[in-house]
C-alpha cells in the first residue's frame, strides 16, 4: 500500500472505527518494533563478527573493525530523515499506513543486504551498497518507533499510558534475543568460515517471513481513538514538522538528552560490548553471544517492571532513580569488564537491568510533551536525534576510549550521559516527561 493509497483510505472525518481490542493494539505494536530491532540488531552483530573480514579488508583488525562501526552509525543519521517523512504522514494520514510503509522500508533494506556481494567480489562499491542498505534501515526505523508507541499509546485507557507504552518497547530485548539467537544457533551448526562465506546471509534474509507477519498483524487494526479525533475535529495541520520545530522547540532539546544514557548505556552493553569480549577478552563468538542473549532477556524482564512502577509512583519519578543508578553504575565499568567472563556478566546483567528500567518508560516519556497533531513527527524526532547523539558512535567512541585511555574513561563517557539526562530530566516540568 503506497501512502498516497493511505492517504484515501484514512478515515473520513465524523467516522467512527470499530475500535481495537486491547490484545490486537498491544500484539501489533509488539511484533512490528520486534520485527524493526531484529533487523537493525542483525546488522549490529555482524558489524563485529563479519563484516570487518568481508566488507573492511585491512592489515589492522581493530582499523577494519572501526571502519565497520562507521557504517553502523549511519543508521543513526538516517532516522530523523525517516522520522520527518514517516512522521509527516503518521500525524497527517494516519498511524497505521504509515507504520505499514515503515515496515516495508526497514524489510527491504534488510533483505538486500543478504544478497550484497564481498569487498573481494566488487571492490569498494562493496561497503557504498552496504552503506546504503544501512540508511535504508535507519530511515524505516526513524519512522517506526514513534508509530508504534502511539499505536500503544493512544489506545490506552485512563491510568495505562506507562503500561502500554511499554509493550512496544519490548521489540528491542525480544529483537536483540532473535537475532543474537540466529547467529549463535548458525555458529553451532557451521564453522566461522562457512558462516563467513554465507551464513551470515541467513538472518537478513529470514527477515522476508518476519516481515510477512508484520503486515498482517499491522493491516488488521484500525486507526487510533486520538487520531480520529484530531480528524473529527479538524485539528491536523499541513506541515506538522513546521508547527514542531515552531512552537515545541524546547521540547525536541529536552527530550532528546533525557533519553542520552539510554541510547549510550545500550550500545555500550550491546554492540560495543560484544566487541570487546570478542577481540580482546577473546571469548569465542558463541559464548559472546550467549552472554549478549542473556543481556536481552534481563532488558525484557525489567521493561514491564519499570510499567508498573511507573503507575504506582510516576514515571518521572522512576526515570530520575534509574538515571542516577546508571551514573553510579559507571563506575563499576573497570571493575567488571576486565578479562573475566563472570564479571562480564555481572556487568551485562546489572546494565540490562537498568536499561529495562529506562527504556521501558522512555517511549511514554518522549510523546507525552506534544499535542496529537504533532505527536508522532515529535516523539520520533527527539527519539532518533538522541540516537544521534547516543547511539550512533557509542561503540566507536568506547572502543576508541578504551585502545587509548583504558575502561575507566569508557566508564566516564556513561557518567557523563547519565548527568546529562538527569539535568533534562529536572528542566522538564512535571508531566512533560
Same mark, same amino acid.
Given at each position: ?20 481490542? *486491547?490484545?490486537?493494539? +498491544?500484539? @501489533? #505494536?509488539?511484533?512490528?518494533?520486534? !520485527?524493526? &530491532? %531484529?533487523?537493525?540488531?542483525?546488522? =549490529? ?15 589492522? *583488525?581493530?582499523?577494519? +573493525?572501526? @571502519? #565497520?562501526?562507521?557504517?553502523?552509525? !549511519?543508521? &543513526? %543519521?538516517?532516522?530523523?530523515?525517516? =522520522? ?19 515496515? +516495508? ?7 538486500? !543486504?543478504? &544478497? ?318
Amino acid at each position: 500500500m503506497s501512502l498516497s493509497d493511505a492517504a484515501h483510505a484514512a478515515p473520513r472525518a465524523g467516522a467512527t472505527p470499530a475500535l481495537n481490542s *486491547p490484545a490486537k493494539v +498491544l500484539t @501489533a #505494536s509488539l511484533v512490528g518494533t520486534t !520485527i524493526e &530491532f %531484529f533487523d537493525f540488531y542483525v546488522y =549490529a552483530t555482524a558489524a563485529v563478527l563479519v563484516f570487518p573480514a568481508l566488507f573492511f579488508p585491512s592489515s589492522d *583488525p581493530m582499523t577494519a +573493525l572501526l @571502519a #565497520s562501526f562507521a557504517t553502523f552509525s !549511519i543508521a &543513526f %543519521f538516517a532516522r530523523p530523515f525517516g =522520522a520527518l517523512v514517516f512522521g509527516h504522514f503518521g500525524d497527517r494520514i494516519g498511524r497505521k499506513a504509515t507504520l505499514v510503509a515503515a515496515l +516495508l522500508t526497514m524489510g527491504i533494506s534488510t533483505v538486500v !543486504i543478504g &544478497f550484497l556481494p564481498s569487498y573481494e567480489s566488487i571492490g569498494v562499491m562493496a561497503p557504498l551498497l552496504l552503506a546504503l542498505c544501512r540508511f535504508g534501515q535507519g530511515f524505516g526505523l526513524g519512522g517506526e518507533w514513534g508509530g508504534a508507541v502511539l499505536m500503544a499509546t493512544e489506545n490506552a485507557p485512563e491510568g495505562k499510558k506507562n503500561w502500554y507504552g511499554m509493550f512496544p518497547q519490548l521489540g528491542a530485548p525480544l529483537g536483540l534475543f532473535l537475532s543474537s539467537g540466529l547467529f549463535w544457533i548458525l555458529l553451532h551448526f557451521m564453522s566461522e568460515e562457512a558462516l563467513l562465506s554465507w551464513g551470515w546471509r541467513i538472518p537478513f534474509v529470514s527477515s522476508l517471513l518476519l516481515i510477512a507477519v508484520g503486515l498482517w498483524v499491522r493491516l488488521s487494526i484500525t486507526e487510533t481513538p486520538d487520531f480520529q479525533k484530531a480528524i473529527d475535529n479538524e485539528e491536523r495541520v499541513a506541515v506538522p514538522a513546521v508547527e514542531l520545530f515552531k512552537n515545541h522547540k524546547v521540547s525536541i532539546v529536552l527530550g532528546t538528552f533525557v533519553a542520552l544514557a539510554t541510547f549510550v548505556l545500550f550500545y555500550i552493553c550491546t554492540a560495543y560490548l560484544l566487541s570487546y569480549n570478542v577481540k580482546v577478552v577473546k571469548i569465542p563468538f558463541t559464548d559472546a553471544l550467549a552472554i549478549q542473549i542473556w543481556g536481552s532477556v534481563v532488558f525484557g524482564a525489567f521493561i514491564p517492571l519499570a510499567g508498573k512502577l511507573a503507575e504506582r509512583f510516576g514515571r518521572r519519578e522512576i526515570l530520575t532513580l534509574t538515571t542516577v543508578l546508571i551514573g553510579l553504575f559507571s563506575f563499576l565499568v573497570p571493575v567488571l569488564m576486565v578479562e573475566n567472563e563472570a564479571r562480564i556478566l555481572g556487568f551485562v546483567t546489572l546494565g540490562m537491568a537498568l536499561m529495562g528500567m529506562t527504556y521501558g518508560l522512555i517511549g511514554t516519556a518522549l510523546a507525552a510533551p506534544f499535542p496529537t497533531r504533532v505527536r508522532y513527527t515529535g516523539s520520533s524526532i527527539t527519539f532518533n536525534f538522541a540516537g544521534i547523539f547516543g547511539a550512533s558512535l557509542a561503540p566507536y567512541i568506547a572502543t576508541w576510549l578504551q585502545s587509548n585511555y583504558g575502561l575507566a574513561y569508557v566508564g566516564y563517557y556513561v557518567l557523563a550521559a547519565a548527568a546529562i539526562t538527569l539535568l533534562c530530566i529536572f528542566a522538564s516540568g512535571k508531566g512533560k516527561v
